[in-house]
């Protein structure tokens, strides 16, 4: 009899018939099947014994809103019970809830659980320090830092280390660039599934940024991001089926695709699929339809929606005619950088008495500061 593997045994039964161990299993089961009534009960009571297990769980509950109210106090206490017992898990979720603060104090704080959680080869650890220094958060910005422990990460096929590596060849990023190597890069996390990836592989083979162009397989790889919810490559599978680059015209399936970009908040899709309701292309036409979504547009920025929307109210399109508010529309669409805003603009400008063109310029300052394009 092998005497190491029995003794092994017996402490590995004792362990598993403990009863700290079986109630803190018992939440974390009840935790997984989201009964998180009964994971609190028995999670609480191990918590107290001083179960890093349980510490974090009950931790993360408090973190995430689940099946208790939020609570930053509990949450920092009961994680910080458990990271200093060597919780891997408790000091990445630690970290990151350090991190979100944004604060010169916050990011101190997870530099230093995201370094002690690396040092327990934690992929989510490396990755968040090679991001922290990429982008200089608490730490001086360092790229040979941040490809240091973005490798680190994606030695363990961490996808957005994987993502990132690409990303920072991509744009030469503290490296000299290089698409191929981009492109290697992008391929690795694309295979694990990043949605991200998948979408940037796309934008390359669409328009052939250093690889022949291949419209075809960056149709494919949009569709495999679209299918995760990834509302860029949802824009661009409802341009294609809109323009015919998947071989033919498709216009009940472009506006299915911009619907769901437009859904997530894409303000181009929600131009375009505002566009199709007011025509009545692969959907009912529906003027109310495409002003709401025309307007969503509008006010986040899209200079091309807003000179829409100038339009509709300049002509009583679909609404009363404010040549006011017209104005106030083509001159915030000039501010967004859309050229073809400022004749409509000019144009209209002669036809305004002074009083309007007074209330126009007012209202231009405040919509031109309030709906500006995302930097």
């Known amino acids: 009899m092998d005497i190491k ?17 079986a ?26 014994k001083g179960d890093p297990k349980a510490q974090y769980l009950l931790g993360k509950m408090y973190y995430n809103a689940q ?5 930053p106090q509990k949450t920092e206490e009961l ?33 230093t659980w995201y370094e002690k959680a690396a040092s327990q080869n934690n992929a989510d650890a490396q990755y968040a320090l090679g991001y922290m220094y990429n982008y200089g958060n608490g730490v001086p910005q360092n790229y040979e830092t941040a490809m240091y422990w973005y490798k680190k990460a994606a030695d363990q096929n961490h996808s957005d280390a994987l993502l990132s590596i690409g990303y920072m060849y991509d744009t030469g990023t503290g490296v000299t660039k290089d698409l191929p190597e981009a492109i290697k890069w992008y391929g690795k996390a694309a ?13 390359i083979y669409e328009y052939g940024d250093g690889v022949p162009k291949d419209e075809k397989k960056a149709f494919e790889y949009f569709q495999k991001a679209a299918d995760q919810g990834h509302a860029k490559s949802q824009l661009e599978l409802g341009s294609f089926y809109d323009t015919g680059k998947t071989g033919s015209v498709d216009l ?17 899709a929600q131009y375009n699929i505002g566009d199709m309701y007011f025509y009545g292309d692969g959907v009912s036409k529906n003027l109310d339809t495409a002003m709401s979504w025309i307007r969503k547009s509008a006010e986040q920025g899209f200079g091309k929606a807003q000179n829409r929307l100038g339009v509709f109210y300049r002509d009583g399109i679909g609404i009363t005619a404010n040549p006011v508010e017209a104005y106030a529309w083509f001159s915030t669409a000039v501010a967004n950088n859309y050229a073809d805003a400022s004749k409509n603009r000019d144009d209209l400008e002669k036809k ?24």
């Open 5 to 21: 593997r029995y003794v092994l045994s017996l402490s590995l039964l004792a362990a598993l018939s403990h009863p700290a161990f």
């Open 23 to 48: 109630t803190t299993q018992e939440g974390e089961e009840a935790y997984n099947q989201q009964h998180y009534d009964k994971a609190y009960i028995l999670l609480s009571e191990e918590a107290a």
């Open 67 to 71: 099946g208790v109210t939020y609570n």
């Open 79 to 111: 994680l910080l019970a458990s990271a200093n017992q060597g919780n891997v898990d408790a000091q990445v979720l630690l970290a990151g809830f350090y991190w979100y603060q944004k604060t010169p104090e916050g990011y101190a704080k997870a530099l």
């Open 191 to 203: 295979d694990l599934g990043n949605a991200s990836a998948q979408y940037n592989l796309g934008s």
């Open 252 to 268: 009940q399936k472009a506006a299915y695709w911009y619907q769901k970009s437009a859904d997530q908040g894409n303000p181009t």
């Open 352 to 375: 305004l008495t002074p009083d309007q063109l007074k209330q126009a310029k007012e209202l231009s300052d405040k919509y031109s500061a309030q709906y500006q394009a995302p930097k």
